[in-house]
């Protein structure tokens, strides 16, 4: 038998093989969902777990969610998801035992994000600026900047980053309610003064352009977008949600069609276009500040929209992408990554920007100060919802 005949042969698996290697690779997709969070997520364990909070101690910080206590058939604590008071409630008690928030509220309606399913971001974009700095440990400190994109009404992604890593931020929204409320939680938290600041997207039509200032510059661009093309899409993606809680709470299986239990309004759930539509208009913007940004990043929702968008940053000329991938219970998303620098220029990068004084980087930063008339939440305590009134009925004046 000829030699390449005998190649060919042999390279072909058999069918014990071929089952060997169909079982490692579940092996490893059942190890990956089991390792959950990234290790440095302090809520890692209790991705799909309700019984895993600590909800004595939230109960504690938060004396209203013990109403909102319940217990599922397995008899573990749990709270009903599909009550948007005790998601809000379990939400605000998690960013005050783990982030020192002593004040967090957001208006009837909009996104109340899952926090642990956040902070896995904010700990999976810390490893790539720890990579392109080819350290042991990701950067830390204010010298650190990061713009959120489309920060919402509840500045989740500041607050976690600010906290976690000590990192500097700009919230930028273009929805008026969103940034007060922002800027709000940021007044009346003491430990967010001078860390995040709040900017105006004043153009809905773009997302970069507007916010970025000219010589600014970011180790970091972050974004929740708007997944949805329509309001219908999006009321089906929240049935799916409660879907897949009810997998690990039987008693949500009683539930019927799913209201937007995690709130949300237009500009952060759906838009034309939807998810593919948003990244496009973002890929296309951040050709005009490949400079000044280190490294785009935006959650991608749907892993068939990945060779799309991959395609469209080869043609945007990008030097590197990566595809980040993360597993939150049943749910498996993944952040896109991208960066118009070359390994060598991120090293040189992190060389002449966070490893010298602030006063001798070489790259011009966002100066942040304390905000002067950053107030005590106790004293505020009403505040907030005061503003939001007025901002929700000036919205309805408008429509």
Same mark, same amino acid.
């Given at each position: 038998m000829p030699a390449s005949q005998k190649n060919t042969?042999?390279?072909?698996?058999?069918?014990?093989?071929?089952?060997?290697?169909?079982?490692?690779?579940?092996?490893?997709?059942?190890?990956?969902?089991?390792?959950?969070?990234?290790?440095?997520?302090?809520?890692?364990?209790?991705?799909?777990?309700?019984?895993?909070?600590?909800?004595?101690?939230?109960? *504690?910080?938060?004396?209203?969610?013990?109403?909102?206590?319940?217990?599922?058939?397995?008899?573990?604590?749990?709270? !009903?998801?599909?009550?948007? !008071?005790?998601?809000?409630?379990?939400?605000?008690?998690?960013?005050?035992?783990?982030?020192?928030?002593?004040?967090?509220?957001?208006?009837?309606?909009?996104?109340?994000?899952?926090?642990?399913?956040?902070?896995?971001?904010?700990?999976?974009?810390?490893?790539?600026?720890?990579?392109?700095?080819?350290?042991?440990?990701?950067?830390?400190?204010?010298?650190?900047?990061?713009?959120?994109?489309?920060?919402?009404?509840?500045?989740?992604?500041?607050?976690?980053?600010? *906290?976690?890593?000590?990192?500097s931020f700009v919230a930028s929204d273009s929805s008026d309610i969103a940034f007060n409320t922002s800027k709000q939680l940021v007044k009346m938290n003491r430990n967010l003064s001078g860390r995040v600041r709040c900017r105006k *997207?004043?153009?809905?039509?773009?997302?970069?352009?507007?916010?970025?200032?000219?010589?600014?510059?970011?180790?970091?661009?972050?974004?929740?977008?708007?997944?949805?093309?329509?309001?219908?899409?999006?009321?089906?993606?929240?049935?799916?949600?409660? !879907?897949?809680?009810?997998? !690990?709470?039987?008693?949500?299986?009683?539930?019927?069609?799913?209201?937007?239990?995690?709130?949300?309004?237009?500009?952060?759930?759906?838009?034309?276009g939807g998810e593919v539509g948003f990244l496009k208009t973002m890929i296309e913007e951040s050709k005009d500040f490949a400079g000044q940004c280190l490294w785009f990043t935006s959650l991608v929702s749907r892993k068939e929209n990945l060779p799309e968008l991959q395609q469209m940053l080869a043609d945007a000329g990008v030097a590197q992408s990566k595809v980040l991938e993360m597993a939150h219970g049943n749910k498996v998303s993944r952040i896109l990554a991208w960066s118009f620098m070359i390994p060598e220029e991120h090293l040189e990068w992190s060389e002449i920007s966070w490893d010298v004084p602030a006063d001798q980087a070489q790259l011009p930063r966002t100066e942040f100060e304390p905000d002067e008339d950053a107030e005590d939440p106790e004293v505020l305590g009403d505040t907030l919802a005061d503003n939001l009134d007025d901002d929700l009925n000036a919205e309805k004046r408008t429509n």
């Open positions: 042969s042999s390279s072909k698996a058999n069918p014990w093989q071929q089952a060997k290697a169909a079982k490692e690779k579940a092996i490893k997709k059942h190890q990956a969902k089991a390792n959950g969070l990234h290790p440095r997520n302090p809520h890692r364990g209790t991705e799909g777990k309700s019984d895993k909070y600590d909800f004595d101690r939230l109960c *504690q910080l938060m004396p209203g969610l013990k109403e909102k206590l319940t217990t599922t058939p397995r008899g573990d604590t749990s709270i !009903d998801f599909s009550d948007p !008071d005790a998601v809000k409630m379990l939400n605000a008690g998690l960013l005050y035992q783990f982030y020192g928030i002593q004040f967090w509220d957001i208006p009837p309606g909009y996104l109340c994000p899952a926090v642990p399913g956040r902070a896995d971001y904010i700990h999976n974009v810390a490893d790539l600026l720890m990579a392109s700095g080819q350290r042991n440990e990701p950067p830390k400190g204010k010298k650190i900047t990061v713009l959120d994109i489309g920060t919402g009404a509840n500045c989740i992604y500041p607050i976690i980053g600010s *906290q976690a890593y000590g990192w *997207q004043q153009d809905e039509s773009h997302i970069f352009h507007g916010v970025i200032k000219k010589k600014e510059v970011f180790d970091l661009t972050i974004c929740n977008p708007p997944f949805h093309a329509s309001a219908e899409d999006a009321q089906a993606a929240s049935q799916r949600k409660v !879907d897949n809680l009810a997998k !690990d709470d039987a008693e949500l299986n009683e539930i019927g069609k799913a209201p937007l239990n995690f709130g949300g309004q237009q500009p952060e759930l759906w838009c034309n």
